[in-house]
Structures are given as structure tokens and as C-alpha cells.
């Protein structure tokens, strides 16, 4: 009877300490280590306050295919050829579904069943802008929007933005879906570390110029993918932001706007993951974390 009297003190004691914000970035690091090692898989944040400029950086230079968040290196590269005059981002391009592996130039297309949007194939042969193609790439992350603005840029001159840029480890090799390149080991890829130094230009202007930062941001907010940074966050917090998902990864990038005027970023990936709805939930609640401590900073 002793032992259950005093496990009925002591545990509500465990749980107020745990969900207690973390008040420096150690003890910050502390907890979202153990939250990481709670689940299978392989996790990274890369976080930054743009007030302070503290960072945390947990398994930030870590590898990972980068999934979807190759895209916001893509609008970036959009928006630099623009400015350079290239091409205007009311100018047309002819929606098609047919693209050229980087392995021996074969042809290859999409599905729209393994597509996130479906209703731009509906649209082949038809004429869309370059701003309409751009805006469904990063909002709902169409695949077959990306391929068409991939061809458009090169993927080539997105790395080199990237390399010039800092953003090193954002390897933007080919779009999405050309299987062969896959099978040959050529995917693009990214590290916590390199998402972090796009958001933080991107978030203070320094991304071709600051009105062309200031358009992607907007863009980015109206992200409809909202199951990692935002999910767990108040309503009224804007996260401008780009997901991306395939079989065991899970990551989202972004910016976190604060009522009282402060913004940080956050970017949080995760690959190997065993339970992927798991994986996800685990990664709301760091994102919440990283509120909290932001909340009492």
C-alpha cells in the first residue's frame, strides 16, 4: 500500500516536469533528443530565431532525400530567372505529361493517381501561366506542375543557386518520378542545415531581391499540407511553409510568424520511419515544443 501511495505522488510530479518549456537552448536540445529517440526512425531540426539568431541544430548535416521540399529551391530558381528578365511569370506554358529520364534521356510520365493534385492533368495540351504552374507546385504539391517548371529552369541552375546561396547540401538533380535515376541511386536530396539557411533568407528578403522573397513567402502560407509544423500550433500562427512525403519520410520547412512580431525557422526531417503516422505526430509535437520554448523566451 506504501509503494502505490507514493507512486500516486510521484507521478503527477514526472508529468508536470515533462510538460514543463524548456528555458535554454540545452535543456531545449535535451528534450527534443529524447522525443526523437522515441520513436524508429531517423530525425533531424534545424531551428532559428531571426530575432536572436540562437540556433539548434540536432543531426542537421544528416542526408535525406528530400522529398517535396525540393520545390521551394525550384520557385526560388523561378523567381531569380524572372528577375534576370528570362521569362515574366505571366508568360504560358503548355501543360504535358511528358518528361526524359537524366539517366539516358528515355521518356517517362506521371500518374495522376500518385499525384497530390489531380485536376492539372485534366489540363494537357491546354496553356497555364508560369505563376498558376509555381503556385500548385508549392500549395498542393503537384508533381506534374514541378516537372513542367523543372524543364523550364533546369535543375542544374537550381543547385547552382543553392551552392551560391550557402544551401550546399540541396541537391536538386531531376524532377519528380523519373524511376531510372531512381534505380541509379540520382535523387535530390537536402540536410535540416540547408532548408534552414533558404527559410532564413527567404524570411529576411534576401532571396534574389526582397520583393521576390516577400512573394514566395506569401505563397508558402498558403500551404495546404498542415500535418507537422502547424498541426499542433494555435489557429491563429502563419507558418509559411513546404511539406514532403514519401514511403518511410516525413518533413516539413518553413517560417513560424508570432502575433508579437517574431519569427523563427523550423525545419524538421525525418526518413526510416517504421510507423509513418507516428513518425508525423512525433514531429507536430517538436514543432509544439519549439513553440513553447518560443512562447517563454
Not at 9 to 21: D, H, S
Not at 88 to 116: C, G, H, M, P, W
Not at 236 to 265: C, F
Request: hydrophobic share 40%; net charge negative; glycine share 4%.
Amino acid at each position: 500500500m506504501m509503494k502505490a501511495r507514493v507512486w500516486t505522488i510521484i507521478l503527477p510530479i514526472m508529468l508536470f516536469v515533462q510538460c514543463q518549456p524548456a528555458n535554454n537552448l540545452t535543456q531545449l536540445e535535451q528534450v527534443v533528443e529524447k522525443m526523437f529517440s522515441s520513436e524508429e526512425g531517423t530525425f533531424a531540426m534545424a531551428f532559428k530565431d531571426l530575432q536572436t539568431g540562437e540556433e539548434l541544430l540536432i543531426n542537421a548535416d544528416e542526408l535525406f532525400h528530400s522529398a517535396s521540399t525540393m520545390k521551394t529551391p525550384v520557385m526560388i530558381e523561378v523567381y531569380r530567372q524572372a528577375a534576370e528578365g528570362k521569362f515574366d511569370l505571366d508568360d504560358s506554358l503548355t501543360v504535358r505529361n511528358q518528361f526524359y529520364s537524366i539517366v539516358d534521356s528515355s521518356t517517362y510520365s506521371l500518374s495522376a493517381s500518385e499525384d497530390s493534385e489531380k485536376s492539372l492533368y485534366d489540363q494537357i495540351g491546354k496553356k497555364k501561366s508560369i505563376a498558376d504552374l509555381l503556385y500548385e507546385m508549392i500549395i498542393v504539391s503537384s508533381n506534374l506542375a514541378t516537372n513542367i517548371i523543372i524543364d523550364l529552369v533546369d535543375a542544374r541552375k537550381v543547385t547552382e543557386t543553392m551552392n551560391r546561396i550557402g544551401a550546399g547540401d540541396m541537391l536538386v538533380l531531376r524532377g519528380v518520378e523519373d524511376i531510372k535515376a531512381y534505380e541509379n541511386s540520382l535523387s535530390n536530396r537536402t540536410s535540416a542545415h540547408a532548408l534552414m539557411i533558404i527559410f532564413d533568407q527567404l524570411a529576411t528578403g534576401r532571396v534574389v531581391d526582397q520583393r521576390a522573397s516577400e512573394a514566395m513567402i506569401k505563397i508558402l502560407k498558403d500551404q495546404r499540407f498542415r500535418d507537422i509544423i502547424p498541426a499542433q500550433l494555435p489557429d491563429e500562427i502563419v507558418v509559411a511553409h513546404k511539406t514532403g512525403a514519401i514511403t518511410g519520410v516525413h518533413h516539413d520547412s518553413g517560417v513560424i510568424y508570432l502575433p508579437d512580431g517574431r519569427k523563427y525557422v523550423l525545419i524538421l526531417l525525418s526518413k526510416d520511419l517504421e510507423d509513418f503516422e507516428a513518425g508525423t505526430s512525433l514531429l507536430a509535437s517538436v514543432s509544439k515544443t519549439i513553440f513553447d520554448y518560443m512562447q517563454g523566451s
